[in-house]
């Protein structure tokens, strides 16, 4: 992927940076992202609008990794932001980042969290559900302020993928029904509210998805259900937020298609439909999160203990596991990993990853053909940029692993590791 390849002294090289050296100036763990890949993703999803010619916003689904580094990189590449908490939202402004640009997501905004939007006074918010609505007009009458909105709908799709992470069916969490009359329902509700501006409608209908016929069909039923809008209520909107969900390739059984292929189809069904519904032509937001920064991400571990369950398996263990890295874990994800320090080294073994955390689902990757390793070694992980260090945790109080920007044959410090003081630092004594 990206700038990965193999030097001279047959390690892994990511960035022009070899990783057994960053493993041995920083530790492992350690995550490693090749920053001009996540440039390449960026550009090529603004690129594919400006190529067919529509209005679009490209927003960076934050909750993929967040850090004040990654989203000063996406300032940079002119993206908005997609953030879903107070927390995400306060790294935002930490890291500068264009009020206007900031969308706020989430299906149970606390008061204080809209108050934090409003205060700041961030790009757009996306309403998820009524009691939201009613709190929101609420403190825009106090505040007196205008906010832009979305509403996001529940178009009804069954996305191909892991059930946890499927989002567009009408049996969710998220958002207000579409075939059933809540949308509408919000929709008039904020139209008559004094404050806030109706862009237009959001749905989101999953993650890692291979196919564009999902995107395709909620794009379709958004617009038809536009269409009876228009003609009962006049309602034409300007924005169409379509989400993010693109699939990537973790393993070769993996098989995506081309970030610009899901962007190409979804534009051509939305262009079918405003002309065969005597529609307006909206603005096309989407927010991908996994497909920007997932393969630019690679983690490396130490190898430590081995075990031979005799004509079974051999166990190798690293020294993270579930705690930087719980997707194996959660969604029973496949990943790839290679031997750092010899990757020439024959295949010739196939071995389990384990993690080093007390629990025996801490599994990274089962039966994973490898060079053999020993103590001392570096395993790479791939894939890892997505959904990893935004989901570490301290299980088994590891502390979590230190972030490393890669380009040009330099490395950046971007998120020191945690120290063990740090662990410790909110925890009070009980007996004092
Ligand atoms: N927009 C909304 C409203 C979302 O809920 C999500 C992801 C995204 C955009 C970005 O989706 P992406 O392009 O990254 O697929 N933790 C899971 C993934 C959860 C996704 C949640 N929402 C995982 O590790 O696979």
Known sequence: YGTAKINEKDHL???????VELAKEYGTPLYVYDVALIKER????????EKLGVQAQVAYASKAFSSVAIF???????????????????????????RERIHFHGNNKSESELRMALEHEIGCIVVDNFLELHTLMKLTEEYKQNIDILI?????????????????QEDSKFGFDLAGGQAEEALLMAKDSRYLNVLGLHCHIGSQIFETTGFV???????????????????????????????????EDDDPIEPAQYVEEIIREVKKQVEHLNLTMPEIWIEPGRSLVGDAGTTLYTVGSSKEVP??????????????????????????AVIANRINQPIN????????????GDMLIWDLPIAEASEGDILAVFCTGAYGYSMANNYNRLPRPAVIFVENGEAKLVIRKETYEDLVKLDLPYNN
């Open 13 to 19: 090289e990511i960035g022009g940076v070899d990783v």
């Open 42 to 49: 960026a550009r090529g999803f603004k690129q594919t609008f």
């Open 72 to 98: 000063e990189l996406m300032k940079m590449e002119g993206l908005s932001l997609d953030v879903v908490s107070g927390g995400e939202l306060y790294t935002a402004i930490k890291a500068g980042y264009p």
């Open 152 to 168: 996001r709908v529940t178009p009804g799709i069954e996305a191909h993928t892991h059930d946890y992470i499927l989002t567009g």
């Open 217 to 251: 069909l909620a794009a379709k039923k958004i617009m038809e259900k536009l269409s009876s809008w228009k003609e009962q209520y006049g309602y034409s909107p300007s924005v169409l937020n379509l989400g993010g969900g693109f699939g990537i390739r973790y393993t």
């Open 311 to 336: 004509n079974i398996r051999k166990y190798l263990a690293i020294d993270g596991g579930m705690s930087d890295n719980i997707r194996p874990a959660l969604y029973d994800a496949k990943y790839e």
């Open 349 to 360: 073994e196939t071995v389990s990853i384990a993690g080093k955390c007390c629990e025996s």
